[in-house]
C-alpha cells in the first residue's frame, strides 16, 4: 500500500512509499482510510523538531471504514465508519492511566510518531480507541473531529466556558479558528481574534466567512485596549492562547480580567517565554495547560460538528492525494493553506 513516511532522523526525509498492508491483531481492526488530516505535530517531524521513532507512517487525525476486525473484537463491526483516539501504547497501569488520563501516560506512542499512523491506504487500531461516527457526516467532518476534540477537552472540559463569557482568541490557525467556534457553540457571547499581518490574508479572511467580527491585527490595533473597550473596561472571561509566540503569551495577562481564565494551547518549540508572574498573581487567573484529548470530549465533538454547531470542516483549505504532500506542507508552512488532509484513495 502507498503510505507516507518519515524515514529517518533529520530534517525532511519523508517519502511515500509502498509498505506492507497491515494485518489486525487481536483486539484490533482494519480500516480503509478515507481521509487524515495535517497536523502541526506532521510540520514538526518533518523538521525533527517533534519526538518521533522512524521509520514511521505520518499521521494521526484519520477516519474511514472499518473493513475487517481481528481476533476478541466485541464492540466494532465490519463496515462502522470511525475516528480514533490517539492514545496508543498507554501501560494502562500507571497512577494517570489508572485515574483516567490515558493521554499524558509516559508510555503513549501516538500513531503517526509513535507507531505507524494514518497517512496510508489502511491502518490497523485498537477497537477500544474508536468512536463511531454518523452516518450523515462527512469525511471531510470527520477529518476534523480529533483537534477539534482537543479544542473541546481544552475549553469546555477544563476552562468551562460558560454562556455569557466574552472569549479572546491569540493566534488564528485551525485550532485558533477552531477554538473560536466551539467557544461560540459554548456561549461565548463574543470572540475577539488577534492574528498578526501574516494572517490577514487567509486566516482573517476565513474567521470573516465563519461570522466572527473581531479581528485585530497587532500590526494595526492595540489588542489590549480593543478588548477593554470591547468589555466594558472589565476584559476577556477567557483568553484562548493558540499562538505559541513567546512574546504573544505575557499579554494574556493584560488582555485578561480579574478572576478570568486563561486557556493555554499553543505550543512554543520549546522557546524560552518571559513570564510576568506578579502581573497574573496580582489578578488570581485561573490558568489552564492543556495538551490532548480526554474521553468525554470525542462523542460531544461528533454531535457538535454532525449537528453544524461546530462547523470545522470549514478550516479546511487544502485536499490532495497522499503523492501531492509536499506541496500541502509548504503551504501550511508558508501561511498559504490553514487545514490541509490527504485522501489515501
Known amino acids: 500500500m502507498q503510505a507516507l513516511v518519515k524515514t529517518r532522523k533529520g530534517v525532511g526525509f519523508i517519502d511515500v512509499l509502498e509498505m506492507p498492508e497491515p494485518v489486525p491483531a487481536a483486539g484490533e481492526v482494519k ?12 510540520i514538526h517531524v518533518r523538521h525533527d523538531t517533534f519526538p518521533y521513532w522512524p521509520p514511521v507512517i505520518l499521521g494521526h487525525e484519520f477516519t474511514g471504514t472499518i ?6 473484537c466485541r464492540a466494532r463491526q465490519v463496515g462502522e465508519r470511525v475516528v480514533a483516539e490517539p492514545h496508543t501504547r498507554a501501560c494502562g497501569q500507571c497512577a494517570l492511566c489508572r485515574t483516567g488520563n490515558i493521554q499524558i501516560c509516559p508510555q503513549k506512542r501516538s500513531p503517526g510518531w509513535g507507531i505507524h ?6 491502518i490497523c487500531y485498537p477497537e477500544t480507541l474508536l468512536h463511531r461516527i454518523p452516518d450523515s457526516m462527512s469525511w471531510e467532518q470527520a ?15 477544563r476552562s468551562r466556558i460558560v454562556a455569557g463569557d466574552f472569549v479572546v482568541v ?3 490557525g485551525p485550532i485558533g479558528l477552531i477554538a473560536a467556534l466551539v467557544a461560540r457553540a459554548a456561549g461565548a457571547r463574543d ?39 470591547l468589555t466594558g473596561g472589565l476584559g476577556a472571561d477567557v483568553v484562548v492562547e493558540c499562538s505559541g509566540a513567546p512574546k504573544a503569551i505575557p499579554l494574556c495577562v493584560d488582555l485578561v480580567r480579574k478572576r478570568g481564565r486563561i486557556c493555554a494551547i499553543g505550543l512554543t518549540g520549546n522557546r524560552p517565554v518571559e513570564f510576568p508572574w506578579d502581573r497574573f498573581q496580582f ?21 457538535l460538528i454532525a449537528s453544524g454547531a461546530v462547523p470545522a470542516e470549514k478550516v479546511i483549505t487544502h485536499r490532495a492525494p497522499i503523492a501531492g504532500w509536499e506541496q500541502v506542507f509548504d503551504d501550511i508552512e508558508n501561511l498559504q493553506a490553514l487545514k490541509g488532509i490527504l485522501l489515501p484513495t
Not at 473493513?67 to 476478541?72: D, L, R, S, T
Not at 476565513?206 to 485596549?225: I, M, Q, S, Y
Open 31 to 42: 480500516i480503509a482510510v478515507a481521509a487524515c488530516g495535517i497536523c502541526g505535530s506532521d
Open 67 to 72: 473493513v475487517e476486525c481481528g481476533a476478541g
Open 117 to 122: 499512523g494514518g497517512m496510508a491506504a489502511y
Open 143 to 157: 477529518a476534523v473531529v480529533e483537534p477539534t476534540a482537543n479544542v473541546v477537552t481544552d475549553l469546555i472540559l
Open 170 to 172: 491569540q493566534g488564528p
Open 191 to 229: 470572540v475577539a481574534i488577534i492574528g498578526t499581518p501574516g494572517d490577514v490574508a487567509l486566516r482573517f479572511a476565513c474567521a470573516r466567512g465563519l461570522g466572527f467580527r473581531h479581528l485585530l491585527n497587532l500590526a494595526e490595533t492595540d489588542p489590549v485596549k480593543a478588548v477593554l473597550d
Open 283 to 303: 489578578k488570581v487567573v485561573d490558568l489552564q495547560f492543556c495538551l490532548s484529548t480526554e474521553y468525554e470530549s470525542w462523542d460531544r465533538t461528533i454531535g
